[in-house]
């Protein structure tokens, strides 16, 4: 039996180029969602409803009382990936650490990109209750209310108004009238718990990595004149949200071929405020790596990493969006 301590520094730099590879990815996760630890396999989250809005008191009046309405109520249970690279006999005695450093960062990258695609798929799915991942797993994308998190008709568990998230059919390629659009379904969203109107200020545009899209918002947000008014009128969107680029957005998220269908969303949300931020993942262990602590009869290594974690929505009024294409939604 070989002990790896033989071969500390080949373990150590092992995980130095794992831990470098996985900080180059490009990672978004971060950006896109609220990221809580947790302790516990299985959470449930309850929405409440904003306090009713304060009232007037006379002098030695008793103040109004403030009750809350319940929500809706979800679940998140964690799940682990994992993969593993094998290091030979002959890969270590003949000083093949270019090809060993270079798996472990392949192996880091790795991890990395099932997280990103994962998450990715709230918004990849954002039409559909549901998907297909790669182990073959009907993983869900609906709201609490079992809805998808883009729809013409939202429901509110403690009133029967109802509020839409999505454009007409109508709308195709993204530009400033798009982005008008969308801000205004942001002036009709509710309190799913009471059905009231609430005030969400959308601070970020979503794409994928489609081009054509990509340099659409980017002239949106940059232009000094509104291009879409034929007096050339001063733009109001220059440098007013920012543009967050989720890579994965437009992949199939079992077969991880790019779908055409996908190419063209665009979302408007609102990410600054965490408390408004539907968006979750919790996590009981971040990506981590794993070293083998002994050898046995085939003298192979077998390096591992690890995460286990949960995603979806936690509500649907911090978000609108386009398919961009003019399909039927």
């Known amino acids: 039996m070989i002990s790896t301590a033989q071969f500390n520094d080949l373990v150590k730099n092992a995980m130095v180029s794992w831990a470098k590879a996985r900080a180059e990815f490009p990672s978004v996760r971060q950006q896109l969602a609220t990221i809580a630890s947790v302790s516990e396999k299985t959470s449930e989250h309850s929405e409440l409803s904003m306090l009713p809005t304060a009232r007037r008191r006379n002098e030695g009046d008793d103040a109004w009382k403030g009750n809350l309405k319940q929500g809706y109520t979800k679940k998140f249970n964690q799940a682990e990936i994992a993969l593993n690279v094998d290091v030979t006999k002959q890969m270590r005695m003949f000083d093949k650490y270019d090809e060993i450093y270079s798996r472990m960062r ?57 509020f839409s998230n999505q454009l007409a059919t109508t709308n195709t390629a993204f530009d400033q009238n798009v982005l008008e659009k969308l801000e205004e379904l942001f002036n009709n969203f509710l309190d799913e718990a009471d059905g009231r109107r609430i005030p969400v200020m959308p601070d970020t545009i979503i794409t994928g990595q489609h081009a054509p899209t990509v340099h659409a918002v980017r002239k949106v947000l940059g232009s000094e004149y509104y291009t879409e008014n034929a007096n050339n ?63 046995f009869e085939s003298s192979t290594w077998q390096f591992l990493t690890t995460a286990l974690y949960d995603f979806g929505t936690l509500g649907a009024n911090f978000i609108a969006g386009t398919k961009g294409d003019g399909s039927a939604v």
């Not at 779908?259 to 990506?287: H, I, P, W």
């Open 106 to 162: 392949k192996m880091g990258q790795s991890a990395e990109r099932r997280f990103e695609l994962d998450v990715a798929s709230l918004l990849s799915y954002a039409w559909s209750t549901s998907y297909t991942n790669l182990d073959g797993e009907t993983v869900s994308t609906a709201v609490p209310s079992g809805l998808a998190l883009i729809s013409g008709s939202h429901t509110c568990n403690g009133s029967s108004n109802t």
């Open 233 to 295: 009128s001063l733009n109001t969107f220059k440098g007013k949200y920012k543009h967050l680029i989720v890579p994965f957005l437009d992949l199939n998220a079992q077969t991880e071929a790019r779908d055409a269908t996908k190419v063209r969303y665009c979302f408007l949300a609102a990410l600054g405020n965490k408390d408004m931020n539907r968006f979750r993942v919790e996590v009981s262990q971040d990506v981590r790596f794993e070293a083998p602590e002994q050898v």
